[in-house]
């Protein structure tokens, strides 16, 4: 296949696409060190690490109107949202910046005549408004959390901004003196008049530019009314957007399968449920705006059913779910193996008194695919009363079924479940025969559970989602047929991959009678120099994400861990390792893609 430039989105020409082209080995260590030969020809990022473009955007008219000209923006769907992004903030900046830190929600302007459509999706957009020296501090709380907004949330609901009818409700400074509060624009402000007034005009200069209400100027409420006829007049029917979203929680709670018709009334397509628990149902699958999201109301909900404990993070994991347990709450245990020896040391401490709140681990694990006891963390959480959340986004619950052993599983949906990376998305589910499964379920709905998924988001995840199953197959036959060629080549270290792993053992205790191994595998080089020239070489396209319906490398360790490679080795991961996700091109085609690479990678001269 043709490189796709560096910067390029993957898939190309996608204007939501959640990866991005870093076509050689010293472009990734470009776009880590912020050089500007990388950075200056992102067009996009992988969501969460790179803010898209219509989100800053947005974030930019937002502050522009609210702040002052030292000042950004950080967006988050609900109010909710943007003050834990505050406290978070205040927590580490000093009492100066503090004072500086705002809070602005905007919503739709109920004083105009609303349409149909506006009334049904109701957006709202809520900004912290913060000092540009203080980006880093906000960019940490939007990435670990995944609380943003999507970028089609912010495209569409930049249109309403701009078009007068999305205005500030409410402005929060608290602890500020009256005679520091930084006011928006009066036109913002929530009285009569202002209600009136439009929303759009940012800052010139120190000085508001004259905004004209909509309402007040039929050419510009026709643009509006434009606007939204043809942003989402063709795209979002949002008659579906509600049997989607039960659709999507269906297939992942197990209970539906194949194609559906969202128009035909008559046909459910159930099935019998395929996680092997018949009281499990849609009502337990929670779908949250990304992977992370989801996790980290999976903490919240825990923190507030259990208690204040201590977490335990176990097995090498992604890295922002071991920030969350880290920086959310009280902290947490790490173990970065996954192994039995690590599961008698944790025994030790429970038998010693120690008490904790919950163990998160994935299966398999990232990058080296390794499997915990997940048999054994049971018995163990069921001793010791703490509770079990597992990671299934690389396993996917059509090759195994790991509900039985957990509270909670969370998922990535932006990954193989959706396949068009085109899309971000994130589940929890609960386990209604779980021993905190009352507790849990009253939490999230009481106190947690936010319905913050974009329903265009929902529309393009449940289009994508229908022949997941089938996809999944296909690229379990895939994965095994390339691991069969990386191990029988000499310049190869080592190839990690569930089928190959010592914990094998733990992965065939929860594999489904027809699932596989996964299209995940990770490479490790008998030298460096040759995993550069083998990714440098690699026909395919090359950047963050997996689980994509096209193989994708990467030079993961790199990309996730580049400030703290030591620390990685520590735990077995080497900087140099080469992670795969393959995709569903015809089997042959990939094994010459990965010949022809090896190749390369055999040439290089060592001296």
Avoid at 68 to 82: E, G, H, I
Avoid at 134 to 141: L, N, R
Wanted: proline share 5%; glycine share 6%; net charge negative.
């Amino acid at each position: 296949m043709p490189v796709i430039p560096l910067g390029e989105s993957i898939p190309q020409d996608t204007a939501h696409a959640v990866s991005v082209s870093l076509p050689t080995w010293q472009a990734n260590i470009g776009y880590e060190e912020g050089q500007d030969w990388v950075m200056g020809l992102m067009v996009t990022g992988y969501p969460r690490f790179f803010i898209h473009k219509s989100i800053d955007a947005f974030a930019r008219d937002v502050a522009a109107a609210f702040g002052r000209p030292d000042q950004q923006a950080m967006l988050f769907a609900t109010a909710s949202a943007a003050r834990r992004c505050l406290e978070f903030m205040r927590q580490r900046v000093s009492p100066q910046v503090s004072e500086r830190l705002s809070v602005v929600d905007l919503a739709l302007d109920t004083s105009k005549d609303i349409s149909p459509l506006l009334k049904q999706l109701s957006p709202t957009i809520s900004a912290v408004i913060f000092p540009q020296a203080s980006f880093s501090v906000a960019k940490q709380y939007w990435q670990h959390t995944g609380d943003g907004v999507s970028s089609r949330r912010a495209e569409f609901s930049h249109g309403l901004f701009k078009h007068g009818q999305l205005i500030a409700i409410k402005e929060e400074q608290s602890h500020t003196p009256p005679e520091k509060l930084i006011r928006g624009p009066k036109r913002y402000s929530r009285t009569a008049a202002a209600a009136a007034a439009a929303a759009g005009s940012a800052r010139t200069n120190g000085s508001e530019a004259k905004t004209v209400s909509s309402s007040e100027n039929p050419e510009e409420a026709s643009e509006s009314s434009r606007f939204l006829e043809e942003r989402f007049g063709r795209n979002l029917d949002l008659t579906q957007v509600a049997k989607a979203r039960s659709a999507i929680r269906r297939r992942i709670a197990g209970s539906l399968s194949g194609e559906t018709d969202m128009n035909d009334e008559s046909t459910s397509q159930a099935k019998s449920n395929s996680r092997g628990m018949e009281s499990l149902d849609e009502t337990d699958v929670l779908l949250y705006p990304c992977g992370m999201n989801a996790i980290f109301n999976a903490h919240r909900a825990l923190l507030a059913t259990l208690g204040s404990y201590k977490s335990i993070s176990f097995g090498f994991p992604y890295v922002d779910t071991l920030k969350i347990i880290q920086k959310f709450g009280p902290g947490c245990v790490f173990y970065g193996h996954a192994s039995s020896e690590e599961l008698d040391e944790l025994e030790r401490l429970l038998k010693d008194g120690q008490r904790f709140l919950a163990l998160f681990v994935e299966f398999p694990g990232n990058p080296l695919l390794t499997c915990p006891d997940l048999k054994r963390i049971r018995k163990l959480a069921d001793e010791f009363n703490f509770a079990v959340v597992i990671d299934e986004t690389i396993g996917t619950f059509a090759n195994v079924n790991v509900l039985q052993y957990a509270d909670i599983v969370v998922s990535s949906l932006t990954k193989i479940f959706s396949g068009g990376s085109n899309v971000m998305g994130g589940c929890t589910v609960l386990n209604p025969e779980g021993r905190h499964y009352r507790l849990l379920k009253q939490v999230f709905e009481e106190q947690i559970y936010e319905n913050t998924y974009w329903p265009e988001d929902i529309l393009f995840m449940e289009r994508n989602s229908r022949d997941f199953a089938n996809r999944v197959k296909r690229i379990n036959t895939n994965s095994e047929a390339i691991c069969e060629i990386l191990r029988a080549n000499p310049v190869v270290k080592d190839v990690y991959y569930p089928k190959y792993n010592p914990s094998k053992p733990n992965y065939e205790a929860v594999r489904l009678p027809d699932g596989g191994y996964g299209g995940l595998l990770s490479i490790v080089f008998t030298h460096p120099q040759q995993a550069q020239e083998f990714y440098n070489n690699m026909d395919t396209a090359k950047g963050p994400s997996l689980g994509t319906n096209f193989t994708l490398c990467s030079p993961y360790v790199l990309l996730a861990h580049f400030q703290e490679l030591d620390w990685a080795a520590q735990y077995g991961v080497d900087p140099d390792l080469v992670r795969v996700s393959v995709g569903l091109e015809e089997t042959e085609e990939l094994q010459l893609l990965f010949q022809k690479a090896l190749a390369a990678a055999e040439a290089v001269s060592i001296a």
